[in-house]
């Protein structure tokens, strides 16, 4: 089984999508990390205020799979639609 990595980062055009990251971020966070399959998942500020580094890792791309599904209908993902998003995936 090849463990699936994604690298990349959220983009906020505005602090108004900056805040909208950090007020919806805990939550998100805290359910990813207890999903299944879930080996590492952060999510953090880097030095310019609209860019936040996103690194994931997960067991199999079913675990990665079923997080996209997760995230795709949850709160998070309705709130901070509009941030651009830019990743990589690969497979180790």
Known sequence: MAKVRLSGQLICSTAA??????QYLGEHTRLTRAEPGCLS???TETDDPLIWKVEELFVDQAAF????ARTKAS??????????????????
């Open 65 to 68: 799979d079923a997080h996209q």
């Open 41 to 43: 998942f952060e999510v």
């Open 17 to 22: 999508d900056s805040a909208l990251v950090r």
């Open 75 to 92: 709160e998070w993902a309705e709130k901070t639609a509009a941030i651009r998003r830019s990743y990589q995936i690969t497979t180790e």
